[in-house]
T-cell receptor
Framework: ETGVTQSPTHLIKTRGQQVTLRCSSQ?????VSWYQQALGQGPQFIFQ???????GRGNFPPRFSGLQFPNYSSELNVNALELDDSALYLC?????????????FGQGTRLTVV | QKEVEQDPGPLSVPEGAIVSLNCTYS??????FMWYRQYSRKGPELLMY????GNKEDGRFTAQVDKSSKYISLFIRDSQPSDSATYLC????????????FGSGTQLTVLP
């Protein structure tokens, strides 16, 4: 177990709705990254939060937004859901700052948009 | 062209075989490299992590990086049915950002 927990595990939403996904990082980690993984594909980087600030963003529209809290847990919000947003959403926890460290993933939230 | 190319397989081998999984990349900024294992409908599990050219061994797993050729490999010795999963290579640039770029994954089945 990585110590990274995500909730909920599964979610079904209707097109046009909004969704919030949650992630608790591993103890001692101050950086959280979010990824979207479509079926049969590798994860794609959405954005990263380091010490409550956005610290890099991938090629995703502004309706994907996030937040990191003082305890380093994080939320991913998606507005105006589209059918193509159906995917496994993964949260990765790491220790930011100087040097290179490993990123550990949670089990993911499977979002289905109908 | 994708920044990271990975043969999707599927790859099927008998138990005990040596498995070789490979990725190529085009971005010279990539400085550190990881291999993840992902079981069906689960999150990726970190297997190996390295940031230098050469080999790194951990039990039955060996990660190999050739930065001059922009080519990385993962070798699995004495493969077991429990190794059946999708293997993802991932890489990132140096610096404060930790954005990882993943390959599309290779699906491996080890037959008993």
């Amino acid at each position: 177990e990585t110590g990274v927990t995500q909730s909920p595990t599964h979610l079904i939403k209707t097109r046009g709705q909004q969704v919030t996904l949650r992630c608790s990082s591993q103890s001692g980690h101050n950086t959280v990254s979010w990824y979207q993984q479509a079926l049969g594909q590798g994860p794609q980087f959405i954005f990263q939060y380091y010490r409550e600030e956005e610290n890099g963003r991938g090629n995703f529209p502004p309706r994907f937004s996030g937040l990191q809290f003082p305890n380093y847990s994080s939320e991913l919000n998606v507005n105006a859901l589209e059918l193509d947003d159906s995917a496994l959403y993964l949260c990765a926890s790491s220790l930011g700052g100087q040097g290179i460290t490993e990123a550990f993933f949670g089990q993911g939230t499977r979002l289905t948009v109908v | 062209q994708k920044e990271v190319e990975q043969d999707p397989g599927p790859l099927s081998v008998p138990e005990g075989a040596i498995v070789s999984l490979n990725c190529t990349y085009s971005n010279s900024a990539f400085q550190y490299f990881m291999w993840y294992r992902q079981y069906s409908r689960k999150g990726p599990e970190l297997l190996m992590y390295t940031y230098s050219s050469g080999n790194k061994e951990d039990g039955r797993f060996t990660a190999q990086v050739d930065k001059s050729s922009k080519y990385i490999s993962l070798f699995i010795r004495d493969s077991q049915p429990s190794d059946s999963a999708t293997y993802l290579c991932a890489m990132g640039p140096s610096g404060s950002a930790r954005q990882l770029t993943f390959g599309s994954g290779t699906q491996l089945t080890v037959l008993p």
